[in-house]
């Protein structure tokens, strides 16, 4: 399809390649003057509005590009204006193969593929990465690991607790503005999940090779954690502070001795923003996030 210039040197165009015969579609952002480092864009999750994410990730393409950077965003399979029957995050494999291999054709002179992805979408390219060679860096932005266990300590720690220790908590309760039965019942609800189980940390199964796809049997957060311990290349990885699928990833760290094992042998970089909801939604937080990305990408 036709280029469309956006100045700077940077062109944007629509590209259609297949997956398993489902028709897909992309955006190609191509610098007149490219780096041998591209971004693949990897949007999971659930249905998208064209607004808010969505958005941003355009905002990030296009600035990456003029960086130098090669951007590729696609739909997968289901999702936006690609094809086919919606599949959940769990099972993209093939989606994001399909469009490594169509940004790879588009782009000849690329020696690396850096994967790019946020919430499930992080997740996702965590179960993919390590099984393809051309995949070189990954930018991982409040990956999702919630189990019912992981999100009951969450709320405990992070709502609960807090809150019992904030003044206009008490000033409520001795006004009888709210029933502190109700939240007792619900307090000690998440306890009970809280308690029902240990965290995972199984860690990687065996077996190596491109073929080798994670077992779909393991429990969220071993999958991820899989993938993380599977993958050796460099990780730019950003949390928020005012998210609560962050403090959930926080949370499975901090009660995990094989995730704090794997991080620390990683090449992790790991930025916090205190002020950051899940999407970053400003032009501030969207600066900031891709300011780090652009910093990460030249050092290695």
């Not at 210039?5 to 062109?11: A, C, T």
């Not at 308690?195 to 190596?208: F, M, Q, V």
């Not at 993380?228 to 995990?256: H, K, Q, T, Y």
């Not at 090449?267 to 999407?279: K, N, Q, S, V, Y």
């Amino acid at each position: 399809m036709g280029a469309r210039e956006l100045g700077n040197g940077v062109s944007e165009s629509a590209i259609r390649f297949d997956c398993q015969g489902v028709p897909l579609v992309g955006i190609l952002h191509r610098p007149a003057a490219a780096k041998r480092r591209g971004l693949l864009m990897v949007v999971a999750g659930g249905p998208q509005f064209r607004v808010g994410a969505s958005r941003q990730m355009i905002l990030w393409a296009r600035r990456m590009a003029r960086e130098g950077y090669p951007v590729m965003r696609f739909d997968s399979r289901g999702m936006g204006d690609s094809y086919g029957e919606f599949r959940d995050f769990l099972k993209t494999d093939d989606d994001i193969r399909a469009a490594v291999d169509c940004f790879v054709a588009q782009c000849p002179d690329l020696d690396e593929v850096v994967l790019w992805g946020e919430c499930n979408s992080a997740s996702a390219i965590l179960f993919y990465a390590f099984r393809d060679p051309r995949v070189k860096g990954l930018v991982l932005l409040n990956p999702w690991v919630r189990t019912d266990e992981v999100q009951a300590r969450t709320v405990l720690r992070y709502y609960y607790f807090i809150r019992l220790a904030q003044p206009s908590f008490w000033r409520k309760l001795f006004s009888l503005q709210f029933n502190p039965l109700e939240s007792l019942r619900s307090m000690i609800k998440l306890i009970v999940q809280a308690r029902s189980g240990s965290l995972p940390s199984r860690g990687a199964p065996d077996g190596d090779g491109f073929a080798a796809e994670l077992p779909h049997d393991l429990e969220l957060p071993d999958r991820v954690l899989a993938g993380f311990s599977r993958f050796n290349g460099p990780m730019l990885m950003v949390l928020s502070g005012r998210d609560l699928i962050a403090r959930e990833f926080d949370v499975l760290i901090a009660n995990s001795p094989r995730w704090q094992a794997e991080i620390g042998r990683k090449a992790l970089t790991r930025h916090d923003l205190a002020e950051g909801d899940h999407t970053f939604s400003s032009a501030r937080l969207r600066e900031q996030v891709v300011s780090w990305g652009i910093d990460w990408l030249g050092k290695w």
